[in-house]
């Protein structure tokens, strides 16, 4: 793995054009929630008596940071889509097998940016949380509820594992893109409302929903929490078998097809 | 030991038949070359090989053993188009092709001095013209100095002296010892450089064995005299006549054995014709192949 690990630093190293969207999506994260927090703050300073509640304090903290985050999840699949789809672009798909790696070796060393993209997403609010708490919080640090962040970190991994999925399927990265946002800013959306509207809590369970339920936002996922809503141990299960289907569809096409 | 053992490949697209129950062995040290028309499976064999096409039926042994990534480590490939990271620059992109084949890098510079490269090796990819893409790939089949070269097309997109560079390496690399796949629809290229050679049309595997004996050519004799078609009844009588391949402008005869031009030319004039054209020569290699893939 080591060596799949050196051959795409190899790849990647002088990519400006990849580290520069990697450098925004890092950026965005502090930024977007930095306005969240002012927002929030402002809200509950003024409407002290109504709620009592702090977003971005501990230990809500790591709740309100994963929900805003959820929705920002593209700005790591959009560079996994890039690096992909590049390969096909360029034909180095085919060169890499030619030159001596076996189709898995190839589907790994992609793999290993979808881990590494989805950690740094991880890790970039980890710090972020810290910094945000330990800034507009009036608590001191704590761990508790830290398990939304790893919720977070299955949701992120779904989200560029469906990236990567359409990528392989679709091979051009404009394409790829485009149905990418689509799927996940429209197609899912509309489904899981018609889903609830006419089935009830079975609409949950698609895939980034799952996630969604997951972690909602804090205070207001309350209100609108309805009686149907399944275990979170369902929607962890059924999150993390998406996971696991996504990585065995593009492992499946990849093995399987004509380079 | 074959280097490539072949046995009834056959490939589907769609409608179209690529390949069907093609089936070969390349020997060791052999300069291989696979020749047919555009379109005739090449590529597709090729691909099959090193793996980035599936065959729908058949099996083939690499290195005399079934065919995996560590044995594609040792063969240098040029298959279709030369395919790089356009962002990276050539020391970059061999880099990467060094890495993959699980080399240090070392034979980098020398492989970029034999594709003329040096001096340009820190451009990227996308600044080259095509000829320096297609001796980019050259060098990247070379890195390592491998056994066994697979190249599909190597003088595409060069010049006349970048084409006749690249035919003095393979012969000086077939000098070595080396393994030599070579594909192409360049009947002159394969002529000149290689001993062994599979000819392939529409998917299927016409002739395959030693160059002098698949493409075998016929001589003829050129002539012409004041009257051609007095010439004609005339050259058929000769002990040696076979047939007459054209009478336009010059008789073109073909004799049963070789004939002497001196002694053809007395026997004419012994018939009373007076020869001004006399010409031996071979069938062109166009023919000789156009009859292989017309029979």
């Known amino acids: 793995m080591l060596h799949l690990i050196r051959t795409e630093w190899l790849k990647i190293k002088p990519y400006r054009a990849f580290w520069v969207m990697v450098g925004l999506a890092v950026a965005i994260i502090p930024a977007g929630n930095y306005i969240a927090a002012e927002i929030t703050s402002q809200i509950v300073s003024k409407t002290k008596e109504l709620i009592a509640v702090a977003p971005y304090d501990f230990p809500l903290i790591w709740q309100s940071i994963a929900n805003v985050n959820s929705y920002m999840t593209a700005l790591f699949a959009i560079p996994m889509i890039i690096l992909v789809t590049n390969e096909f672009t360029y034909k180095t798909h085919r060169q890499n097998i030619i030159d001596g790696w076996e189709r898995r070796e190839f589907v790994l060393a992609k793999l290993f940016w979808w881990l590494a993209l989805s950690l740094l997403a991880f890790l970039t609010t980890t710090i972020t949380a810290l910094v945000l708490g330990l800034a507009y919080g009036t608590h001191p640090l704590s761990f508790e509820n830290f398990e939304y962040l790893f919720y977070y970190l299955l949701q992120v991994l779904l989200s560029l594992g469906i990236a990567t999925l359409i990528a392989v399927l679709v091979r051009r990265s404009g394409l790829a893109i485009v149905l990418y946002l689509c799927y996940i800013m429209i197609v899912e959306q509309v489904l899981v409302l018609v889903l609830k509207r006419n089935f009830g809590e079975i609409g949950g369970l698609l895939p980034l929903q799952t996630g969604d339920e997951l972690m909602p936002f804090p205070v207001v996922g309350k209100l609108l929490n309805n009686a149907d809503h399944y275990d979170d141990g369902v929607y962890l299960l059924i999150l993390c078998l998406y996971i696991g289907l996504m990585i065995f569809l593009v492992f499946r096409r990849m093995l399987k097809t004509d380079y | 030991m074959p280097i490539l053992s072949l046995q009834n490949i056959s ?285």
């Open chain 2, 11 to 295: 490939k589907r697209y769609g409608a179209i038949q690529a390949l069907s129950g093609v089936s070969f062995e390349v020997p060791k040290g052999a300069v291989f070359g696979i020749l047919g028309p555009n379109g005739s499976g090449k590529t597709t064999l090729l691909g099959i090989v090193t793996d980035v096409l599936k065959a729908d039926t058949g099996t083939f042994t690499l290195l005399d053993a079934p065919p995996a990534a560590r044995q594609r480590q040792r063969i240098g490939t040029l298959l279709e188009t030369p395919n790089f990271y356009h962002y990276l620059s050539a020391y970059q992109n061999l880099q990467v092709a060094a890495s993959i084949k699980q080399q240090s890098g070392q034979d980098i510079p020398r492989v970029l001095d034999i594709a003329g490269l040096t001096a340009r090796q820190h451009s990227r990819f996308k600044t080259y013209s095509l000829g320096m893409k297609q001796r980019l790939a050259i060098a990247a089949a070379m890195l390592g100095d491998p056994e066994v070269l697979i190249l599909d097309e190597p003088t595409n997109g060069l010049d006349p002296a970048g084409i006749a560079e690249v035919r003095q390496l393979i012969q000086q690399l077939a000098q070595t010892g080396k393994t030599i796949i070579l594909a192409s629809h360049l009947l002159d290229e394969v002529e000149k450089v290689c001993t062994h050679v599979a000819i392939l049309q529409k998917g299927k595997l016409l002739l395959s064995g030693p160059v002098n004996q698949v493409l075998v050519r016929e001589d003829f004799v050129e002539l012409s005299c004041n009257d051609n078609t007095k010439l004609m009844s005339v050259i058929s009588q000769h002990p040696a006549f076979d047939h007459i391949i054209s009478s336009q402008e010059h008789l073109q005869v073909v004799f049963k054995q070789p004939v002497d031009p001196a002694t053809l030319n007395a026997w004419c004039a012994d018939q009373g014709l007076w020869l001004n054209h006399l010409y031996t020569r071979k069938q062109s290699l166009e023919k000789a192949f156009l009859q292989i893939t017309n029979n």
